[in-house]
């Protein structure tokens, strides 16, 4: 079982950065990869990027190519999820989760464990 956790949303002018958290307890992500995604009131759940852990490719969404980046700790249990030049249609519930088995990063069914969500507000 894995538990994740997210930190590190909050209110933040256009234009400006966060850095997400996703810690893992009870285990490393080793094996894993690690997604992100996000849904905005009233909308659907969006994918936002991934990371496999083995090699530490990161994948991107083309809404937030060149804007977020998806990078690992050394200690193998923290993905992060720097968000740079937000906008307010960045607004948003962002969640992590991972998955042993994932084969197209988008595919929310793929995920085994999911976070909590932490709330990201971009004014304008």
């Known amino acids: 079982q894995v538990q994740l956790v997210e930190s590190g949303g909050g209110l933040v002018q256009a234009g400006g950065s966060l850095r997400l958290s996703c810690a893992a307890s009870?285990?490393?992500?080793?094996?894993?990869?690690v997604g992100w995604f996000r849904q905005a009131s009233g909308k659907e759940r969006e994918y936002v990027g991934a990371?496999?852990?083995?090699?530490?490719?990161?994948y991107y969404a083309d809404p937030v190519q060149g804007r977020f980046t998806i990078s690992r700790d050394n200690a193998g249990n923290t993905v992060y999820l720097q968000m740079t030049s937000l906008k307010p249609e960045d607004t948003a519930v962002y969640y992590c989760?991972?998955?042993?088995?994932?084969?197209?990063?988008?595919?929310?069914?793929?995920?085994?464990?999911w976070g909590q969500g932490t709330q990201v507000t971009v004014s304008s």
């Open positions: 989760a991972a998955g042993r088995a994932v084969v197209t990063t988008p595919q929310f069914g793929a995920y085994d464990y």
């Open positions: 990371l496999r852990w083995s090699g530490g490719r990161t």
């Open positions: 009870g285990r490393s992500f080793s094996g894993y990869t």
